[in-house]
């Protein structure tokens, strides 16, 4: 599903410009939105799933609906049509999101979570890398017929739906007893305060990484040919597949803090090497960079959450966790996008790296290692 979404996601912000006409704003909106839907999803999927004691019928619905929208990208006409398919490919996303998360920590020993988020996030970066990677050999192929290359991400989306069919099983967790009704207050009131101060973290974390099209958007301001964008993304998960799993088995092991700090170093790196590109190799540099700081963060934040949240609530907990993370997400890419407009991409990114120098201070502030707890 990621080389799928991948594919496509690597040509839609320069589809949506210069094929729809579409403003950097409305961009910025457009994928704003989308990540805050699925954030909102996520929620509502989580505690139904606390609450069925059931995870796996939610993760297949949701790559269902994510792989009925494949083909409406190609077939758009109108910003309108992108914006309806990428609202539905995020809800599908949201659905199954949280239940898919709680059913790794559901199989996974805690001494081995940090090695299970990493495996996962690198194995989805594989995806992402593959989904690039075609669209560059059909741009080449088909001449830069953007509609033409996003045909291609049908296949492989409905493959990943039949798979995850046919040969994922779902644990008995007789042991565990969700929730004694869904979507209530009650229930989000039963998180600990530990689990809180994850959610905080995360949201100041996402505050400072607006959403990756703008990186594909600063490769073509800075001259690279429409037909080699996707390396951009391309090269952001190569690092991002490359470090992500040891990165996770190093959060089982050393501290959690020490780690943040790095992939908040390494964002605001990335920041200033994109915000001072004057050329397509500079961008490359950054997009690397931005790489290792999602290995460095991604998995490790889902581990945090997993060892804070009640087993009876993890759904739920993992779910409120990417409400607000996604929502904060909707406002950096806003305000990324409003920034471009008003006062160019080198504005953008400067503006990035303050956000992740304030998140680094934050971080100092309120953080204080602990060592991860044992579900009982």
Do not use: C
């Not at 229930?187 to 703008?214: H, I, Q």
């Not at 998960?237 to 959690?256: C, E, H, I, K, L």
């Not at 581990?303 to 759904?315: C, F, I, N, S, Y």
Request: proline share 5%; net charge positive.
């Amino acid at each position: 599903m990621d080389a799928s979404s991948e594919l496509i996601h690597s040509l839609l912000p320069v589809f949506m410009v210069t094929g729809l006409g579409a403003s950097v704003v409305t961009v910025g909106v457009i994928e704003g939105v989308a990540e805050a839907t699925a954030a909102v999803m996520k929620v509502f999927s989580g505690t139904l799933s606390d609450y069925l004691g059931k995870r796996k019928f939610l993760t297949v619905l949701g790559y269902a609906l994510a792989a009925f929208t494949k083909p409406v990208f190609p077939l758009a006409t109108s910003i309108g049509w992108v914006f309806t398919a990428r609202f539905v490919d995020r809800v599908g996303k949201g659905i199954r999101g949280a239940p898919r998360d709680a059913l790794v920590a559901d199989m996974t020993p805690p001494q081995l979570r940090g090695a299970a988020y990493g495996l996962r996030q690198a194995l989805d970066s594989v995806g992402a890398l593959v989904g690039p990677l075609l669209a560059v050999a059909l741009m080449s192929w088909l001449a830069n017929d953007i509609r033409a290359v996003m045909w291609a991400a049908v296949v492989p989306a409905f493959t990943a739906v039949a798979l995850l069919m046919i040969y994922v099983r779902e644990p008995e967790r007789a042991h565990v007893h969700g929730p004694t009704a869904p979507f209530t207050v009650a229930n989000v009131r039963r998180l600990p305060w530990r689990y809180w101060l994850v959610v905080l973290l995360g949201a100041v974390v996402t505050l400072a990484r607006f959403s990756e099209a703008f990186l594909v958007l600063r490769a073509q301001d800075a001259g690279l040919e429409l037909r080699y964008v996707p390396l951009v993304m391309i090269v952001m998960n190569v690092f991002y597949a490359g470090a992500a799993y040891p990165a996770g088995a190093a959060a089982d092991r050393v501290s959690q803090r020490t780690l943040l700090f790095l992939g908040l170093a390494l964002l605001i790196a990335a920041d200033f090497m994109l915000a001072s590109a004057v050329s397509p190799l500079f961008v490359l540099g950054g997009a690397a960079l931005w790489g290792l700081h999602m290995a460095f963060t991604q998995g490790l934040l889902s581990k945090l959450v997993a060892d804070t949240a009640p087993p009876e609530l993890r759904g739920t907990g993992f779910g409120v966790f990417n409400l607000v993370s996604g929502s904060t997400l909707l406002l950096a890419s806003v305000i990324a996008g409003a920034l471009w407009s008003a006062l160019g991409p080198s504005a953008t990114f400067l503006a990035g790296a303050v956000f992740a120098v304030m998140a680094a201070i934050g971080l100092l502030a309120t953080v204080r290692q602990r060592k991860p707890e044992a579900v009982k």
